[in-house]
């Protein structure tokens, strides 16, 4: 008899066992970011890799810093930021006055802070006998006006455009040093990656596409843009026109470890490891 | 003995209690997902109209103005199901009669469990096949500027849809009586009279069933379309245009849409659409596999 009644019981004690279980797990990923020894970094899948790489390194050095560093986009970084579910927001672009006002409502204070610089390479099919572009016909081709090799210092054929999507970093930063905010022809077929471009045109005889510096290879040739090589060099004097600044926007001026994880990526050693990942060190 | 009993009953209610939840958890996502997206999808209306957005034919989400226009996007997923349609049905049903009429015992032990494993490829593995092996294929093959268009993307939807289409079309011709058969062949008819005048008419609300959710399957597919149709939110002329469907749109671009901003509206607004399409093309293939599960007597 009292067993019975004692199993009785327990039945009772774990399903309320289970449901503080549930509770707490609901409840976790809201009381986690709080916690002074962790850092939660997210946002532009091109400052992602110097995140990840920089994170690693500074773990190593710091064990009892535990860093998560997660990609989905500038906005999806600016927005966690806004909600307070990160710490640091990677983005490719400066926030947008939308995006700050939300943030002021908020009670959230944005700061940019600069981690390095990135270049845009205009790239086509290393058989293409184009060499070198203006801005003015790169601006053509990516709006419709020039449609064909021919009219773009190549030997003819149909120039097959390639784009980022319209809602990324790397596609804001092109449309607005290149392309003015001209609409891109809407038949330029728009791919969500760095990577898929740069595969795409190493595939592609009649293909132009963009990409950040650090994904250039010998699959893909680099236009000279204005008669200016993109490199590392031009991008740091100004010379080149299609660089940008890379961000890591944080809540205020960075305090604690994330000040600590800062001063390590703007390093020299850190500012090396940006450029071994293809960027160009602020150095 | 009266706590034996109340501790069995105790027991049994638990049991029944954990598997009720269970089942009514998915009823609860359904209507979670259901609200969530028309929450969200429906303040785009707000700024534009359902018939710009519905027919408009400029996708520019980021611009300002913008332009919200999902007709080429609708289109993009049109065209590439259809081709994807063609693909599927050939094949999988093609080879569903194969493995159930005509394969000798052997075949069909190795045909059918192959087929299925088709269906645990995952839908990147595909995509990626797609884009750097079959898309630069068919571009060299054709002469076309680029291999990543509305062809390619059917063409690996269509295999990818196989399975399921093969799979349950296979399934409803097993389910035609053997006397069916019998009767035909007893009445003179050779092997392929039997097949396409009986058995295929006898299975065919079960082959219907079968391409539709084929069809779904196809529709909803994002990762390979994203990486195969080349993403240019134009209205096609030909299978040899790139395209951009609705579901990689929104792959693609929710990750950097400004959150309550229009094109995040929009983008849920694709969803909702995608959501109803899917939505019909299931409750369509539910009526018919009813219908035809009492036209044979079998109890559904």
Redesign the interface.
């Known amino acids: 008899?009292k067993e019975?009644?004692k199993?009785?019981i327990n039945?009772g004690k774990i399903?309320a066992l289970l449901l503080l279980v549930m509770l707490i797990c609901f409840s976790m990923p809201v009381n986690s970011f709080s916690a002074d020894n962790s850092i939660t970094i997210t946002g532009s899948t091109t400052v992602l890799p110097i995140a990840q790489n920089t994170a690693e390194v500074f773990m190593d050095r710091n064990p009892d810093v535990n860093i998560s560093v997660q990609?989905?986009?500038?906005?999806?970084g600016i927005?966690s930021l806004i909600d307070g579910t990160c710490d640091i927001a990677d983005a490719s672009r400066p926030i947008?006055d939308?995006?700050l006002e939300?943030a002021v409502s908020r009670g959230i204070d944005p700061t940019a802070n600069v981690i390095a610089m990135d270049g845009i390479a205009v790239i086509v099919h290393p058989s293409n006998t184009a060499t070198a572009l203006t801005e003015k016909q790169l601006k053509d081709i990516y709006t419709g006006k020039i449609s064909d090799w021919s009219q773009a210092g190549g030997s003819g054929?149909?120039i097959?455009v390639i784009s980022r999507?319209?809602?990324?970093?790397t596609?804001?930063t092109f449309n607005k040093l290149a392309l003015d905010?001209v609409?891109v022809r809407?038949?330029?077929?728009?791919?969500?990656s760095n990577k898929?471009v740069a595969?795409?045109v190493a595939?592609?005889p009649?293909?132009i596409g963009y990409v950040g510096l650090g994904y250039l290879s010998s699959n893909v040739k680099a236009l000279f843009i204005d008669g200016v090589k993109p490199s590392n060099e031009t991008v740091l004097t100004g010379d080149y026109v299609l660089a940008r600044p890379l961000f890591m926007y944080t809540n205020g001026k960075p305090t604690g470890y994330v000040k600590a994880f800062f001063d390590f990526v703007l390093s020299e050693e850190g500012q090396k490891m940006v450029e071994n990942l293809g960027f160009v060190g602020l150095k | 003995m009266k706590?034996?009993i109340r501790?069995g009953v105790?027991?049994e209610n638990?049991y029944k209690w954990v598997f009720a939840v269970s089942a009514f958890a998915s009823l609860l996502f359904l209507v979670g997902i259901t609200i969530t997206l028309f929450i969200e999808g429906l303040p785009i209306f707000k700024e534009v109209g359902f018939f710009d957005l519905l027919f408009g034919k400029?996708?520019?989400?980021?611009?300002?103005p913008a332009d919200f226009g999902i007709f080429?996007l609708i289109m993009g997923t049109v065209w590439v199901t259809v081709g994807a349609l063609v693909v599927c049905v050939i094949l999988g049903v093609g080879s569903a009669l194969y493995i159930n009429e005509l394969a000798g015992k052997k075949q069909r032990a190795i045909l059918k469990p192959m087929i299925e494993i088709l269906a645990a490829i995952p839908s990147i593995v595909y995509g990626f096949f797609g884009?750097?092996i079959v898309?630069?294929f068919i571009?060299n093959l054709l002469g076309l500027?680029?291999?990543?268009c509305a062809f390619t993307g059917s063409l690996i939807l269509g295999i990818m849809a196989l399975p399921t289409v093969c799979s349950i079309a296979e399934d409803a011709l097993s389910f035609v009586p053997k006397s069916f058969r019998e009767a035909s062949l007893a009445l003179g008819a050779n092997r392929w009279q039997t097949m396409v005048r009986v058995v295929i008419p006898a299975a065919g609300s079960g082959i219907s069933t079968a391409i539709i959710l084929g069809m779904s399957r196809a529709v909803g597919e994002t990762m390979t379309v994203?990486?195969v149709t080349?993403?240019?939110?134009?209205i096609p002329h030909s299978f040899f245009?790139?395209v951009?469907p609705m579901t990689?749109t929104i792959?693609?671009?929710m990750?950097?849409?400004?959150?309550?901003?229009a094109?995040y509206h929009a983008l849920f607004a694709i969803g909702l659409i995608l959501f109803l399409i899917t939505f019909i093309f299931n409750v369509i293939a539910e009526t018919i596999s009813r219908k035809y599960r009492l036209k044979l007597g079998l109890s559904g």
């Not at chain 1, 990609?71 to 999806?76: E, I, N």
């Not at chain 1, 999507?165 to 970093?169: F, I, K, N, Q, R």
């Not at chain 1, 809407?186 to 969500?192: F, I, N, S, V």
Request: charged share 20%.
């Open positions: 008899m019975l009644s199993s009785r039945t399903v990609g989905g986009g500038s906005g999806v927005a947008k939308k995006e939300k054929g149909k097959v999507d319209s809602a990324s970093g596609f804001e905010k609409r809407p038949d330029a077929l728009m791919q969500a898929a595969t795409i595939k592609t009649g293909a | 706590f034996t501790a105790v027991k638990i400029l996708w520019y989400p980021t611009y300002d080429p884009m750097v898309a630069p571009q500027p680029t291999g990543l994203l990486m080349g993403g240019a939110a134009v245009d790139p951009r990689s792959a693609a671009e990750g950097e849409a400004v959150m309550g901003g094109h």
